[in-house]
Structures are given as structure tokens and as C-alpha cells.
């Protein structure tokens, strides 16, 4: 029975009948219909795609050997001349060079439509807005503060405060009125009327608060902006990432997976790294001076973790971790939600919280236990030979 055999390159595919090219074509499926035509009934294709299309018309197809096909790359440059998908070596060679661009090209663009990295800008954008967030509300509050700096001390709002300098500009614009509805007590609203006839700060021009109204509407925007994002993520998390989500937040999940790079980078993690991402400093401080390395690093924001004791700290991190991994494997390779995973976490947690309730007791006193004493002697320093201090300095002269 006569077998050919379909060699696709990135110049276009090749007929081979015994290792020589007997035609040639763009697209294999030109070559499966001459194939028939010629009245083969079995050919050898080069790709598995093509398997499907080669049995759709008729054709017994089979995928080729991996020495077959490494015989045939050897001699690519040669099968596209003689088979006349280029005129020459050089050009060949270039129509190769294009195709590899072109595919490495999408190949990058492929990756970076994936959603999550998405949602790792999207997180670093949230921290981002934070931090900006944070110093111009801040410089705001001091700047305001040279006019009206008893309203500065009584409002731990930044975002509140230039929410009302914006709106009621001098601190002659305060009264009852104006403060009310922005969730004031009236013993408050008191307090700020009574400071204003009273107030220490100084006289404001025209030209400095709208520069301070400029600045604080800047951070309003910010946060509103801000607002959106978390918003975003938060919408994110749950449709990329559910079990990741279910257990650490959307919050800590996000920032997690920003910093491992993605969900699949994530996913392949050991749960010992996860449970110290963030924490690279105080890791390799730990490796150069011997000291203890890290407990946690990301993972210290969840609730769980730094709302408890500290001797406890420790263990639910490595539960959390645990969990993480399990639930990013599960998002990334299954993408179902899994609610056994956050069971797991809330069980385990029980179980640490019930069992280390109370501190470790402190290591002089775990000395003084019974027993201790029955077994190993405590160390003790020889004493010091009289004249071996005075023969080492004689020989080291």
C-alpha cells in the first residue's frame, strides 16, 4: 500500500513520497485532496491538527515518527528549494525567520490577554492609589491645619476633612448647618463651633485655599477612584480565582498573586513560599545573619493571622498557606469552586486556636521542669589553667 507523507514547514506544506517531494501547496488540506486523488489511502502527517482533517476526507492518517521528523527538519531548508515554496537558501530562510516572529508574536499577545495579569495591575494600581491617597490627604490636613488646626485634631478622616474643606472652605463658613448630615454627633458639631470662635490658627489668602481646595479635591478623586478599583478586583478575584478568594480575600489573594506573577505561577508554588511572599527582606536578613527567618509576609494582613496571639501567628500562616496553594491549584487547573477548601481552613483554625490557647511556657522554665534534670548534665565552662593565657601569647609572638 502506497503511504506519502505531509511535511507542513512555515513556507507551506510538502507531498513526500520515499523522503522526495513530489508537490507542494499553502495548506495541507490542498495536499489531503491530491493525496485521494492519486488514490492513496493512508498518509503520515506532520501535526496533530492535521489527523483530523486527513480523516475527515477519507484518508487513514497516522502522526509521524520523532526520528522521521528530525531526519525531515535536518533537510527543511532543502525541501522548501526543491519543492519550490522559495526560489533559493536565502529565502527560504527569511519566510522562516518572519513565521517565527510572527508566531512568537502571538504567543506574547495571547499571554497578555490573560485575565489575571490583569488583575495583578489592577492590585498594584489599588496599592498605588493608597499610597498617593494617603500623602496628599495627609498634606492636606497640615496645610489646612495652619488655619484651622483644632478641626485637623478633632477629624481622623483625611478623606472627610478634604471632603469639607472642599465644600466649606474657611473656618468663618462653619455652622450648624454646613456640619450637618456629614455623620457628626451633635456634641461634635458643638465642639467644632465652639473651636472655631477660639481657634489658634492663622488667617488663609484666597490664592492658598483654593491651592489647598485644589489638592483636596485631587484626593477625593483619588479615592474615588480607588473606590472603583477595589470594586474591580474584588469582581475579579471571584470570577479568576473563587477558592483563592474564599479563603485569603480578594484583597491578600490579589497581592498574592502580583506577587508570584500570576495565577499560574501561583498555582505551582510550594505552600512554604506562599506563606512568606512579601517577606523577602526579612528572608535573606535571616539567611545572612543567622537570625529567625520569617513567619509570614502577605499573609500577616488576614484577619486570622494578625488578630492572633502572637505564639499562634505562626501556625495559622502555615495553615493559610496550605490552603491558599490547595485552592489556586484548584482555580487554576479545575476552575471550579471547591467549598471544602475554606471548611479545611475554618476546622483547622479551631483546632490550633483550641490547642496553643495558652503562651509557650519560657525556656527557663521548661529547664526547671521535673525530669529535666535527670537526664543530661547542664554544660559547664571548664575552669581556665593558670599560665595558659600567658604561654598563648608567647606563641603567638
Excluded at 477629624?155 to 455623620?183: H, P, T, W, Y
Excluded at 467549598?339 to 521548661?366: C, F, M, N, T
Aim: proline letters at 4%; charged letters at 30%; glycine letters at 8%.
Amino acid at each position: 500500500m502506497e503511504q506519502l507523507t505531509i511535511y507542513t514547514t512555515e513556507a507551506g506544506s510538502i507531498l513526500l513520497r520515499a523522503g522526495e517531494a513530489i508537490g507542494a501547496a499553502k495548506a495541507a488540506s490542498q495536499l489531503l485532496d491530491k493525496a485521494k486523488q492519486m488514490g492513496v489511502t493512508a498518509v503520515v502527517v506532520s501535526n496533530e491538527s492535521e489527523l483530523s482533517s486527513a480523516r475527515a476526507v477519507g484518508l487513514e492518517a497516522t502522526l509521524i515518527r520523532p526520528e522521521d521528523r528530525e531526519r525531515l527538519d535536518a533537510d527543511k531548508i532543502g525541501l522548501i528549494v526543491r519543492s519550490r515554496l522559495a526560489p533559493d537558501e536565502a529565502s527560504a530562510l527569511e519566510i522562516i525567520r518572519q513565521q517565527s516572529i510572527e508566531a512568537a508574536e502571538a504567543v506574547i499577545r495571547e499571554a497578555s490577554a490573560r485575565p489575571d495579569l490583569h488583575l495583578v495591575q489592577a492590585i498594584q494600581a489599588l496599592d498605588d492609589s493608597d499610597k498617593f491617597l494617603n500623602t496628599t490627604a495627609t498634606r492636606v490636613s497640615e496645610w489646612y491645619g495652619l488655619h484651622f488646626p483644632e478641626l485637623t485634631q478633632m477629624m481622623a478622616d483625611n478623606i472627610g476633612l478634604c471632603r469639607v474643606v472642599v465644600e466649606v472652605g474657611r473656618r468663618d463658613g462653619f455652622s450648624k448647618e454646613n456640619l450637618q448630615g456629614r455623620g457628626f454627633t451633635d456634641k461634635k458639631v458643638e465642639a467644632i463651633l465652639a473651636a472655631r470662635e477660639r481657634s489658634k490658627g492663622g488667617e488663609i489668602s484666597d490664592g492658598d485655599l483654593g491651592r489647598v481646595k485644589a489638592l483636596a479635591t485631587l484626593a477625593l478623586e483619588v479615592a474615588s477612584q480607588r473606590d472603583r478599583l477595589n470594586t474591580y478586583v474584588e469582581s475579579m478575584m471571584k470570577k479568576i480565582a473563587p477558592n483563592v478568594t474564599d479563603v485569603a480575600g480578594a484583597t491578600i489573594g490579589a497581592r498574592l498573586m502580583a506577587k508570584a506573577g500570576g495565577l499560574d505561577r501561583l498555582a505551582v508554588m510550594p505552600a512554604s513560599t506562599i506563606q512568606i511572599l512579601g517577606a523577602e527582606k526579612a528572608l535573606f536578613r535571616a539567611l545572612r545573619t543567622g537570625a529567625k527567618p520569617p513567619k509570614h509576609g502577605i499573609l500577616f494582613q488576614h484577619q486570622e493571622v494578625h488578630g492572633a496571639p502572637k505564639w499562634q501567628r505562626g501556625k495559622i500562616a502555615r495553615t493559610l498557606a496550605n490552603k491558599i496553594a490547595i485552592a489556586a491549584r484548584i482555580d487554576y487547573f479545575r476552575g471550579t469552586e471547591e467549598l471544602s477548601v475554606k471548611a479545611g481552613l475554618d476546622l483547622r483554625l479551631e483546632q490550633i486556636k483550641a490547642k496553643y490557647k495558652e503562651p509557650p511556657k519560657h525556656k527557663a522554665e521548661r529547664e526547671e521542669r521535673p525530669g529535666r534534670q535527670e537526664g543530661r548534665p547542664p554544660f559547664r565552662r571548664p575552669p581556665r589553667r593558670e599560665g595558659f593565657d600567658r604561654r598563648q601569647k608567647q606563641r603567638r609572638r
